[in-house]
């Protein structure tokens, strides 16, 4: 396999089986990653994006489906805080070393906590950023999971 990205070699370190899926990213598509699922052809249920956070001042990621909405309030449960909002794009990409659009929850700059929403564990899979934009990974959730420390949790609105 490829190690076209830091996402992607961090996979591989971890022994990780995954897919790579590329697709003509549109800056201008407005939501991306509903864009991406209808580029490649997948049920939007099991493309999740990538979203930086921060929970009581301190950054954290999280990956959802691609077509929901953020809980605040349970984002922040999901890491035992108080508070969560999202985190500004420059101090995310800053953070992660990916551009926003191109965010990947793996072989970030700095490893965060991670959260997974629980909807993943539904799915025979998930495609999720492989760390830029318009290239995605295919893997199991459980793959995901283990790869990132993520906890599963409910983080939709």
Known sequence: ???ATPATAALEKAGVPFSVIEYDYDPN???T???AAASIGEDPARVFK???VMVDGRPACV???VAATLGMKKVAAAFGGKSAEMMPPPDAERSTGF???GISPFGQRKRVR???AQEALAQPYVVINGGKRGYLV???AADAISATGAVTADLLA
């Open 63 to 65: 990956v959802v489906p």
């Open 33 to 35: 990653g509903n864009h």
């Open 138 to 140: 295919r893997l199991a």
């Open 99 to 101: 551009r926003v659009g």
């Open 29 to 31: 598509a407005g939501q």
């Open 114 to 116: 991670t959260a997974l």
């Open 50 to 52: 990538t979203l930086m």
């Open 1 to 3: 396999m490829s190690r």
